[in-house]
């Protein structure tokens, strides 16, 4: 079916805004809408404003650039975990990843992507200058690349390896129990559960 | 991957909202609202407001029941089609599936569902009432049955036809080139308009 003829310019433009997201055809976007049409008036209220609240209001922590509601985002904010110990990631899902394997106790930093000449993303579009400073700061004792095994991960890591090695801090990387080409995100919670806990050096993989 | 620990109490709301819309998970939700959260604050307002807009603002036409910017829609107040005419069918995607055929040039009238006890759907629940004082009205002198063909689709045209063959009109229903047993909405569009073009007369087809 194509949809061209819209019996509504209203219903017109929902459908277009829901198809612009990734995966959502225009089919699937009209069935979303039409099913949107037939909820109450608050619950669609409830929906777009947590849309909009979320752009509008949501922060990124200064700290390590996880998504957050405050300034700091509640695992950098939290004493009981270990500060000395930074796990690098390549976005939030990571993050939620980690934390749901309930195996890690140390903090993290969001790099927001990976380098990707491919996709004309370099060093300097990703937090790696902040991640450098906090290095710096002297606090730190080790610092874990958990970013996705593919070639741009690796890259990343052994750019990121190059830059840290001169601080006298430990680098680990997420044992390969990882599947060679897998994106993290994808991996099942008890392989990433002991791949961070079976960390390796980082030196002895890529010697 | 269960998602149970947010890094934000937005973010969980959004995701919670998306992950009502039929057919997305929790997964599929994370994935749309970071997606949004990437993009311009201006796309992502236009999206929010597309939504609420259409549910506060659209209108169901006063003739036929189709969703409409006005009180009539766009079909039933343009003078080049048939108004003696009308294609009765289930719901508004029904309406976009048969126009996209362009084989179809009387009016609609949307019932806003089928017959169907088993979810509690009784006649009172639907646009019929409104339909037979159409035909009542004496302008109409035939009505198009493009009903599902399943059984509730089968039961609902039965019961319109013993409501409506009192009066004097054609009574016709799609050819059965629709698959039995096929959901309308997934027919192609050459057999839908074909089926609409070689309608057969629904006393015909029940004897």
């Given at each position: 079916m194509n949809i061209e003829q819209f019996p509504s310019k209203l219903l017109e433009n929902a459908v277009t805004e829901f198809a612009?997201?990734?995966?959502?055809g225009k089919k699937t976007a009209l069935r979303l809408v039409l099913h949107l049409l037939k909820r109450d008036q608050d619950e669609v209220h409830r929906f777009g404003e947590a849309i909009t609240r979320l752009k509008d209001e949501v922060m990124h922590c200064l700290l390590c650039h996880n998504i957050s509601d405050t300034d700091t985002c509640n695992i950098c904010s939290n004493?009981?975990?270990?500060?000395g110990l930074v796990c690098v990631v390549e976005n939030i899902r990571d993050v939620m990843s980690i934390e749901n394997t309930q195996q890690y106790k140390g903090v993290y930093h969001v790099l927001g992507g990976i380098i990707s000449p491919m996709d004309g993303?370099?060093?300097?579009?990703?937090?790696i200058e902040s991640l450098l400073k906090r290095v710096e700061?002297?606090?730190?004792r080790e610092v874990i690349f958990a970013l996705s095994t593919t070639m741009e991960g690796d890259s990343t890591n052994f750019y990121l390896y190059k830059k840290l090695s001169n601080n006298n801090i430990r680098i680990t990387t997420l044992a390969?129990?990882?599947?060679?080409?897998?994106?993290?995100?994808?991996?099942d919670e008890l392989t990433l559960g002991r791949s961070i806990v079976n960390r390796l050096l980082y030196e002895n993989i890529i010697s």
């Open positions: 612009r997201l990734p995966g959502i004493s009981s975990r270990d500060h993303i370099g060093p300097s579009d990703l937090e700061e002297g606090s730190i390969r129990g990882v599947s060679v080409g897998d994106e993290l995100e994808f991996t």
